[in-house]
């Protein structure tokens, strides 16, 4: 499974992509979308995306901002074979921002791929991503507008070896990849690939809890 993690330029339905499974666009690819002017007609983003993916083949992840109703969010459109899957928000929303927050997390299966998707804030909760891992993922992409500290790439790679789920991030202008073993690659690269083997593998782990029924074990 090939990503490519394209971090600059807007969407464009005649752009040349690479020979890849999944392209990442940061949040200038699509730029601010207003629901009401696509409905309408008006302006037509969300259909760029769609023709880019049924010419190229390619699965696609674009970041936007989108406005419905005033109401601004973080999100992702994705899509495959020249349909919009969905478009999802960011959940969490800090310190009075102006976003609107999400209701549920990203989970889509593209070009046979299980994907999650993690944007902005969402990444500083663990819980987003055990969710996303417990629910099958093959992979994680993640998407921030630019990369202010250390602190993504470190949670980033925390994930993939806690969780056992590589890990796709576009930051700003900069790509980064973590695998489940704890390493880390990344690009300053307009264009960045990188190839993964999705893995479903488990662990059983046990422990010990007193309570819930009344049948106690003694086998330890």
């Known amino acids: 499974m090939v990503f490519c993690v394209v971090t600059e330029g807007e969407l464009n339905e ?11 666009f940061n949040f200038s690819g699509l730029g601010e979308v207003d629901y009401e002017s696509e409905l309408k007609g008006v302006t037509e983003k969300l259909d760029t995306g769609a023709r880019l993916s049924k010419r190229s083949g390619a699965g ?5 901002t989108t406005l419905s109703r005033g109401a601004l969010r973080r999100s992702a459109a994705v899509y495959e074979h020249g349909k919009l899957l969905g478009i999802s928000d960011m959940n969490y929303v800090l310190d009075g921002e102006e976003y609107k927050s999400g ?7 593209v070009n046979g791929c299980k994907i999650g998707i993690c944007l902005e804030n969402d990444l500083l909760f663990p819980d987003v991503i055990k969710s996303l891992a ?7 992409v993640a998407l ?6 250390t602190v993504p790439t470190l949670l980033i790679r925390s994930y993939a070896y806690l969780y056992g789920i590589p890990i796709i991030m576009c930051a700003g202008k900069s790509a980064f990849y973590a695998d489940s073993s704890g390493e880390i690659a990344s690009s300053r ?4 690939l990188f190839e993964i083997a999705p893995q479903n593998n488990y662990r059983l782990v ?6 819930i029924t009344s049948d ?5």
């Open 103 to 109: 209701g549920s997390v990203g989970f889509y299966k």
């Open 60 to 64: 696609l992840i674009c970041g936007c």
């Open 206 to 211: 046990t422990t010990r809890l007193k309570g």
């Open 216 to 220: 106690d074990r003694c086998d330890y």
């Open 14 to 24: 005649n752009l040349s992509l690479p020979d890849c499974d999944i392209a990442l």
């Open 134 to 140: 417990t629910c099958g993922c093959s992979a994680v």
């Open 144 to 149: 921030m507008e630019q990369l202010k500290d």
């Open 189 to 192: 690269q307009k264009t960045a």
